[in-house]
């Protein structure tokens, strides 16, 4: 059964810092990774994908993917209030159309 | 561009009866993908339709079964509906796997 696994929260920041995100994976064969942000009541809307081991930058989110730790993060600098919400990472491990989401973490970042 | 589309987004049906949902794919996306989302079980996979053709399957019933068109169109049919399947159902759609899949809104289904 492959998993991903995120700690479900709630992750709670200060406006202005660092939110960290963490994900671990089962299968050592998975070569695509996604983080999507979802707010309540609304669907998935997807906000980094990563491929390759190492960082990736989009603004104020950094993907983080080690694939020898099996190990995704996402990092969220200056964190705003509107960033508050549940963030889901999804893995693909057949290079198919199948993800395999996790619970999802929520965060609240605090004003 | 226009995104993924989704109709209708709220439905609410009674056990036993059937229900077809319908999902538009953005321009130029060949690819669609079926997603369960409950409070409980979170997003769990459906299946997946690559140019008419379903490439992967979830661990669902039979009950549930989809197809898609030759425009990309999508469409998702649950049979002798019950009260577990009440949940938001989602599509994503992709110009093909593995690249990014971007959501549609969803279909809220409450079974009564």
């Known amino acids: 059964q492959k998993e991903v696994e995120q700690n479900s929260g709630p992750l709670s920041v200060p406006e202005g810092a660092i939110a960290s995100l963490n994900c671990t994976y089962s299968?050592?064969?998975?070569?695509?990774f996604f983080w999507y942000r979802q707010y309540s009541g609304k669907s998935p809307e997807l906000i980094m994908s990563i491929y390759s081991n190492g960082d990736k930058e989009d603004g104020r989110f950094t993907a983080q993917l080690n694939k020898a730790s099996q190990y995704v993060s996402l990092l969220i600098r200056d964190s705003q209030p509107s960033d508050s919400a549940t963030y889901l990472c999804?893995?693909?491990?057949?290079?198919?159309?199948?993800?395999?989401f996790g619970q999802g973490t929520e965060l609240s970042v605090k004003p | 561009k226009a995104g993924v589309t989704q109709t209708p987004r709220y439905l609410i049906k009674t056990r036993g009866q059937q229900v077809t949902l319908s999902c538009s794919p953005i321009?130029?996306?060949?690819?669609v993908s079926w997603y369960q989302q409950t409070p409980g079980q979170g997003l769990q996979f459906l299946f997946e339709y690559f140019s008419e053709t379903q490439r992967n399957k979830g661990n669902f019933p039979g009950r549930f079964s989809g197809r898609q068109f030759s425009n990309s169109r999508s469409e998702m049919n649950v049979s002798t509906l019950e009260l577990g399947d009440s949940a938001l159902y989602l599509c994503?759609?992709?110009?093909?796997?593995?690249?990014?899949?971007?959501f549609g809104p969803g279909t809220r289904l409450t079974v009564t």
């Open positions: 994503a759609s992709s110009y093909g796997p593995p690249t990014e899949q971007y």
């Open positions: 299968d050592r064969g998975s070569q695509s």
């Open positions: 999804a893995v693909n491990y057949n290079q198919g159309g199948k993800l395999i």
């Open positions: 321009s130029g996306h060949r690819s």
